[in-house]
């Protein structure tokens, strides 16, 4: 029981595995727990790398201040060792989105990463080892979906956007995101009120996977390998490059 018999509500939880057969089985679970004030609440999680079998103590997560701010609405990614929390929490007075990375199965998290501006709420995490999305609702009298995605983890973040890209101008309410992994494309649904009562939205993106590929000196020379990799996609195969 990591909660301690303490009241909980808010509760998630994602694994994954890493390293084949023999390697890391990974879970993580977060909640929210109630303190001496009903009113508010903390951030906790607890880890696990042997498929569940044993688990850490509860370690509290964000650096708000528990027993006077209120946290809601965790949500939680894990994806080979990389471990990505986000929450919503009430320390500068409206409710903004923070998250926090871990690269260690959750046995340790970076600082909090405030991600939402004036207000927001309701955040959600999808991804694999390679892209991490994160949507929640702008809460501004006339809500609007927003995201901010990342290609590393959660260790930092491409910037957020409305995610309509200001096309919708109604009320937005319920949403889901997901992630197919197999083209790392970033799917969102929401519920929108565009005068004529909710209505259902689909959408979604593919980020840019460039990436560096080390330090190069000026004047040096680099040898590349340029190959032709079959893919199941209309327009044939797909060229990549190796250094």
Known sequence: NPSQ?????????????SGGFGGIDSYQVAWCQEG???????????????AGWHWS??????????????VDNPSILSAASQVVIAWEDNRNGNDQVYTVFSNDHGASFSGDFNHAGATGAEPKLSGDD???????????GIDHLIIDTSVNGGQTWNGSQELSGGLLSGDADGFSVATDSSWHNILVAGLVDQGVGNEIWLGGTRLGQIRA??????????????????????????RSAER
């Open 5 to 17: 018999g303490k009241a909980v509500d808010g509760l998630c939880i994602d694994g994954s595995s």
């Open 36 to 50: 001496a004030a009903t009113t508010s609440e903390s951030l906790w999680i607890a880890s696990s790398t042997d």
């Open 57 to 70: 103590s509860a370690q509290m997560i964000g650096t708000y201040t528990a027993g006077t701010d209120d």
């Open 130 to 140: 390679q892209v991490v999305a994160l949507v929640w609702r702008e809460v501004s």
């Open 213 to 238: 590929i080390g330090d190069l000196t000026a004047g040096s020379q680099s040898f590349f390998k340029v190959d032709d990799d079959p893919a199941p996609e209309e327009g044939g195969g797909v």
